[in-house]
C-alpha cells in the first residue's frame, strides 16, 4: 500500500481540518497539503521525467516543506532519501550520489559550487526560492500510484562504522508496522493532538509522522526550524495536546527550562525519547518537573523506532521492588517484533545473560543499499544482529548493556569513531588518530581524539576537522600521546584508552 494514501484518506474526510502549521499559524489544511503534494508529484514526473522507484534526496532543516515533499515522492511511488541537515556538504554529496538520487530538495543551494553540481548531475530544487512556490501550480488531484508491501519507499543513511555510510532500505510493509507497533505499544493518536518537529525530520522525528497523517492530527514546525526548549515551551502552551519526539540531551534541556516555570510543561501531552542513552537520574528529574509525559522507544535504523518501548506508568512506577533497574531499561518488546539475546555462536542466551540483541519482524529492513556483504553479515535468517549488547530480564525488560560497536551518541545523533580518525589521518604531521565517546551531561557523549603527532596545535587540529566533517562530528577534546595501546596484533586498544579518560577524570 502506498503511505501517501493515509493524506489522501484524511483530505477527503476532513478537507478543512488544520494540517501544517509553521509554528502556531496554520499554513494549509488537509486539502491543501494534499494538493500541493500531488502538485509537486505532477512536477516530478512530467516535468522532471521521474518514474516509480526513483530515489529524491531532501536535504532540508526542519519544515513543512519537508512534509509536503515526503508525500509528493510517495504519489509518484519513489524513494525518499532524507539527509542529516547538519551533514558536511561532502558527506551529503557521497549519500545523494550513492542513492543513485534523481532530484534534490533543499534549502542550502548556496553551499554547492560550481563544481559540486557538476558532479551531482541532477535537477536541484532550492526551497527558498520563490521558483518552489510555483511547484504548487502543477495537477492537484493525483491519486498515489500503486505499490507493493515490499517497495522501497525511505533510503536512510546511517554514519559509516568502516567508512562510508550504508543506506538502511525501508519498505511501505516495514513502516506500516511501525506505526502498529506505535497505536499498539508506544502511545495513543487523536486528531485534536499536534505533532511538533523539535528534533531532526530525517530520522524518527519524520519518520513519526506517518502516524499523525493517519489520524488526521496537525504538524507543527518551531518557526526557528531547530529545537529551542524556550520556544517549544511557549508553542506547546498555544497550540495544546502536543506530541514530540526527542534525544536524551533535548529532554534534559527541556527539563531545565521547565525548572524555570512549571506551568509551562501544561500544553506537552507526550514526549517520547530515544536515540541515545537516558540515565536514570535524568528521568527520575524529568518526571518529577514534568509530571507523566514521558514513554521510551528503542530503535535504530534498520529497525525503525519498533523494537522495544517502556510504557508511561512504567516509567512513573516507584511501588516495584525493583523499579529503578526497570526504569533504567528500554521496556518490553514492541508486539510487532520478536526479540532474543544471542551468543557469537548464534545461540540464544538464557535469561540475564547478556549477548547480541537480535530482532525479527514486519519493521525489520530490507537490508543496505547496493551492500550485499554488509546485508548478509547483518541479516542472518531475517534475524537483525543489531550490534548492541544487553539482556532480558525473566519478566521481558530489555536491558542495554553496551554497544558491540564504537557508536558514540552525541546529542542524539550517531558518531562512529571510524569517520572521524579517518579525517584526522588526513591531517599533515598526525601519524595516529583514535577516537571514543566520553560521557557529558550536556550532550550524552562527546567525541575524544587520542592524537600521535608532531608541530600541531589543537586549534589547527579542529579548523582542519570543520572544514572537513560536520562541526557535531568533530573532537571536543584532543589529548596528546606518545604512542597509542596496541595489542600483540597492532590493533589499537580502545578500552585503554577509555582508561586513560577515566584516570584522567578522576
Known amino acids: 500500500m502506498n503511505l501517501a494514501n493515509w493524506l489522501v484518506d484524511i483530505a477527503d474526510k476532513h478537507p478543512q481540518k488544520e494540517a501544517l502549521l509553521k509554528g502556531e499559524c496554520c499554513s494549509a489544511d488537509y486539502a491543501t497539503f494534499r494538493a500541493r503534494s500531488s502538485s509537486i508529484s505532477d512536477y516530478l514526473e512530467n516535468i522532471l521525467e521521474l518514474k516509480k522507484g526513483d530515489r529524491v534526496a531532501i536535504f532540508l532543516a526542519n519544515s513543512t516543506e519537508y512534509l509536503e515533499i515526503i508525500y509528493a515522492v510517495w504519489f509518484l511511488g519513489g524513494v525518499v532519501v532524507p539527509i542529516n541537515s547538519k551533514l558536511h556538504i561532502d558527506e551529503a554529496l557521497w549519500i545523494i550520489n550513492d542513492s543513485g538520487s534523481k532530484a534534490l530538495f533543499t534549502d542550502k543551494k548556496n553551499m554547492f559550487n560550481g563544481q559540486e553540481y557538476t558532479q551531482l548531475k541532477i535537477t536541484v530544487i532550492s526551497t527558498t526560492e520563490k521558483s518552489f512556490f510555483k511547484l504548487y501550480s502543477f495537477s492537484s488531484n493525483r491519486s498515489p500510484v500503486k505499490i507493493s508491501k515490499n517497495d522501497l519507499v525511505w533510503l536512510f543513511y546511517t554514519s559509516g562504522t568502516t567508512g562510508s555510510p550504508k543506506g538502511v ?33 530525517s530520522h524518527g522525528a519524520g519518520l513519526y509522522n506517518v502516524i499523525f497523517v493517519k489520524l488526521g492530527a496537525r504538524h507543527s514546525v518551531p518557526v526557528s526550524g531547530r529545537f529551542d526548549p524556550l520556544e517549544v515551551l511557549k508553542l506547546s502552551l498555544k497550540l495544546k495536546s502536543v506530541c514530540m519526539f526527542l ?53 535504530q535504523g534498520e529497525c525503525p523506532m519498533a523494537i522495544s518501548a517502556l510504557k508511561r506508568d512504567e516509567i512513573l512506577d516507584r511501588e516495584s521492588w525493583n523499579w529503578r533497574e526497570r526504569v533504567s531499561s528500554v521496556g518490553r518488546k514492541q508486539s510487532v517484533v520478536d526479540v532474543v539475546i544471542k551468543d557469537p555462536n548464534g545461540d540464544v542466551c538464557p535469561v540475564n545473560h547478556i549477548g547480541e540483541i537480535c530482532v525479527y519482524g514486519d519493521p525489520v529492513m530490507l537490508g543496505y543499499w547496493n551492500n550485499p556483504s554488509a546485508t548478509e553479515s547483518t541479516l542472518i535468517d531475517g534475524w537483525l544482529k543489531t550490534g548492541d549488547l544487553g539482556r532480558i530480564d525473566s519478566n521481558g525488560y530489555i536491558m542495554l548493556e553496551g554497544r558491540s560497536k564504537d557508536l558514540i551518541i552525541s546529542g542524539g545523533s550517531n558518531i562512529y569513531p571510524r569517520e572521524v580518525e579517518d579525517v584526522l ?77 577515566e584516570r584522567k577524570r578522576i
Not at 250 to 255: A, D, E, F, G, T
Not at 429 to 434: L, R
Open 247 to 299: 534525544a536524551p540531551t533535548m529532554v534534559n534541556k527541556l527539563v531545565r527550562q521547565a525548572e524555570k516555570n512549571m506551568s509551562s510543561t501544561k500544553g506537552i501531552r507526550t514526549i517520547i525519547y530515544g536515540g541515545g542513552p537516558m540515565y536514570l537520574a535524568d528521568i527520575i528529574h524529568a518526571v518529577k518537573i514534568m509530571g507523566p509525559r514521558f514513554v521510551q522507544i528503542f530503535g
Open 169 to 201: 532500505m525501508l519498505s511501505s510493509k516495514n513502516l506500516q508496522a511501525m506505526v502498529v507497533g506505535y497505536l499498539s505499544d508506544v502511545d495513543t493518536v487523536s486528531s485534536s493532538d499536534t505533532s511538533l518537529y523539535a528534533a531532526p525530520m
Open 425 to 501: 589521518l588526513q591531517c599533515p604531521n598526525v601519524f595516529e588518530a583514535s577516537v571514543v565517546g566520553k560521557m557529558d551531561p550536556e550532550w550524552g557523549e562527546v567525541v575524544v581524539a587520542f592524537i600521535v603527532a608532531t608541530k600541531i596545535t589543537i586549534n589547527e587540529l579542529d579548523l582542519f576537522c570543520i572544514k572537513k566533517i560536520s562541526r557535531f562530528k568533530r573532537p571536543r577534546e584532543y589529548i596528546f600521546l606518545d604512542s597509542l595501546p596496541k595489542n600483540n596484533y597492532g590493533k589499537i586498544l580502545k578500552k585503554e584508552l577509555r582508561n586513560l579518560l
